[in-house]
């Protein structure tokens, strides 16, 4: 399989990059790949390209982009995926999972009933860049080649009050009555989808989910860990409306 890096920058055809030391090394020496290898190269927006390794200088790769590719691997839908911090190693596993899945948008929300409270501005900005980079491996590995935004973690009163447009969905356990979500109607695009932590979204934070017109859906009769259920909604809402459809 050509290897696929991640290189943010504006290109065009048949302009000669030479590539910085890191992303070098990583070619060089952990691929072992030598002058004549081609590699792919995408820039995070949706845009990729043919390469060609043509030189190395001061252990820097220089290369020579030979065709645009047309990457198809977005979905239709851009869904947003707006998803209570639990424990940390649990977000990192989500954002990746959600990127292979496609998901464009991820927002990690801070809920009542949630264990993480976020004090620490240097914490949240460590979070962010190894969230990015998570974002950023597994579009290397999925094909992608747009990354999704990892917005920065936000507390539930102030994200739910913000303007908001698509089909928006709160997935919970409780509360009588819920639909499934094969009872909402197809969205145009858009579609936020909130996820509760461990211990569920409090009673105020549904209220006020349902106030700002969120459907309440159901994940079926069981219980699912938070991450279980963030990854399976996306992989329905992708299965019913989006590019995993099954069109036999
Ligand atoms: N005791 C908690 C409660 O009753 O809400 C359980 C929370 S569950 C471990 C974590 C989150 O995953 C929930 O807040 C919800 O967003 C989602 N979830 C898990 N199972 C679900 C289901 N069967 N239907 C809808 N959402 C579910």
């Not at 390794?53 to 851009?78: C, G, H, M, V």
């Not at 950023?136 to 992608?144: I, L, N, P, T």
Request: proline share 4%.
């Amino acid at each position: 399989m050509t290897p696929r890096i991640y290189y943010p920058n504006t290109f065009s055809l048949n302009q000669e990059i030479r590539l910085d030391l890191k992303v070098s090394r990583h070619l060089l020496k952990s691929l072992r790949l030598k002058p004549g290898a081609f590699i792919q190269v995408f820039d995070g927006k949706g845009n990729e390209w043919t390469g060609e390794i043509k030189k190395i200088q001061r252990s820097q790769a220089i290369i020579k982009l030979n065709k645009q590719i047309d990457t198809q691997t977005e979905s239709p839908l851009f869904i947003h995926l707006v998803y209570s911090i639990a424990r940390f190693e649990k977000t990192d596993w989500v954002i990746q999972k959600a990127t292979e899945l496609g998901v464009n948008k991820i927002t990690p929300i801070i809920s009542e009933h949630g264990e993480v409270h976020l004090k620490e501005e240097k914490a949240i900005e460590k979070k962010l860049s190894r969230w990015q980079s998570i974002a950023v491996s597994a579009c290397e590995q999925s094909g992608r080649a747009k990354l999704p935004d990892i917005e920065r973690p936000i507390h539930f009163n102030n994200w739910i009050n913000q303007p908001l447009s698509g089909l928006n969905l709160i997935f919970h356990v409780k509360d009588g009555k819920h639909l499934s979500l094969r009872a909402q109607k197809a969205p145009s695009q858009t579609i936020n989808l909130l996820v509760g932590p461990e211990g569920g979204f409090s009673q105020r934070e549904v209220e006020l989910a349902k106030q700002k017109k969120f459907e309440l859906v159901s994940l079926g009769p069981r219980t699912l860990r938070t991450e279980t259920a963030a990854i399976i909604a996306v992989g329905l809402i992708q299965n019913l409306w989006g590019d995993m459809a099954f069109k036999g």
